[in-house]
C-alpha cells in the first residue's frame, strides 16, 4: 500500500469517527456523510472507482448505496443550509409573574415568536387566558410590521452548515440545487479540521427523485 493510500485511509476513518460522534448530525444526515466519505475515498485510492464516478454523479451513488432517491438527499442538504432558527415557542404562557419570579407557566391559547426589528432575533412568546392583552398583541404586531419593512434582517446563522465542516464540496451549488428558493445565511465558516486528500466534488442535476 502506498504511503499516500495509508494516510487517506487513516484520515477516512477519523473523518467517519469523527461523523459519527457529531451530535449536530441526525441519523440521516450521518449516513449521508458515511457514504460521502466512502466515494471520496475510492476516488483517491482506486482508480477503477476514479474512473467509474463521473462528474456530477456522486449522490447518485449515495442513492444506490442507502436504497434512497433524491428527495432524501435533498431534505438533508436543504436541512443543512445555514439559517437562523429562533427558539420554538414551548405552548406556555411567557408572560413575567408580579408576586413571585419567573413566568406564568400556564398553557398558551396564543403563542408564535416576536421578532426584534433591528436585528430579526426571534423571542418565543405565549400568553394564556389571564395574560393576553391588546397592548402586547398590538406591540408585537408592530414589531413584525418594522422588521419587514426593515428588510427582514437575520441574526448570524445558528443552525445548519454542519456538513461544511467534513467536506470541501461546492455547497453553494448544492445548496441551491435542494433548495433553490432558499438563501444560505452569510457569516458561516466551517471549522479547519484535519482532513485527508479529498477532492471536490460537484453535483445534484442527476439525481433521480422519483
Not at 66 to 73: A, E, I, L, N, S
Not at 94 to 118: N, Q, V, Y
Not at 174 to 191: I, N, Q, S
Request: aromatic residues 8%; proline residues 7%.
Amino acid at each position: 500500500m502506498a504511503s499516500t493510500d495509508l494516510k487517506a485511509l487513516m484520515g477516512s476513518h477519523q473523518r467517519m469517527l469523527d461523523i459519527c460522534h457529531d451530535p449536530d448530525l441526525d441519523a440521516d444526515a450521518k449516513l449521508f456523510a458515511l457514504c460521502t466519505v466512502a466515494i471520496i475515498h475510492d476516488t483517491i485510492t482506486n482508480a477503477a472507482t476514479r474512473a467509474s464516478i463521473k462528474r456530477g454523479r456522486w449522490l447518485l451513488e449515495i442513492c444506490d448505496m442507502t436504497g434512497r432517491d433524491g428527495h432524501w438527499v435533498r431534505r438533508i442538504i436543504r436541512h443543512d443550509i445555514p439559517r437562523y432558527a429562533p427558539a420554538e415557542p414551548t405552548g406556555l404562557c411567557t408572560a413575567p409573574m408580579i408576586r413571585r419570579e419567573g413566568l406564568c407557566g400556564k398553557t398558551a391559547i396564543i403563542r408564535g415568536i416576536e421578532r426584534d426589528p433591528f436585528t430579526g432575533e426571534g423571542t418565543p412568546y405565549g400568553y394564556c387566558s389571564r395574560h393576553r392583552n391588546h397592548d402586547d398583541d398590538w406591540r408585537i404586531q408592530q414589531q413584525f410590521k418594522q422588521w419587514n419593512e426593515n428588510g427582514r434582517p437575520e441574526p448570524a446563522p445558528n443552525a445548519g452548515g454542519v456538513l461544511r465542516r467534513y467536506f470541501d464540496l461546492d455547497w453553494g451549488r448544492l445548496y441551491h440545487w435542494a433548495a433553490p428558493d432558499m438563501t444560505p445565511a452569510e457569516g458561516v465558516k466551517a471549522p479547519t479540521l484535519t482532513k485527508p486528500r479529498f477532492v471536490v466534488l460537484q453535483g445534484g442535476k442527476d439525481v433521480r427523485t422519483d
